[in-house]
């Protein structure tokens, strides 16, 4: 009984740590969107700029 006991809370361990790992994960994706769209409002005025040059 024991050994499964314990089988039992392994397996629980690493169920937790797999999500932690999903978690940060999304957290990574979510800062890089967010670093996407910084990126892309700082080169908008650029663009701006293209486009007037180009007229």
């Known amino acids: ?32 969107k967010k670093a996407k769209k910084k990126a892309a409002k700082k080169k908008a005025p650029a663009r701006k700029k293209a486009a007037r040059k180009k007229r």
């Open 1 to 32: 009984m024991a050994k499964k006991a314990k089988k039992k809370v392994a397996k629980k361990a690493k169920k937790k740590v797999a999500k932690k790992k999903v978690a940060k994960k999304a957290k990574k994706k979510v800062a890089k």
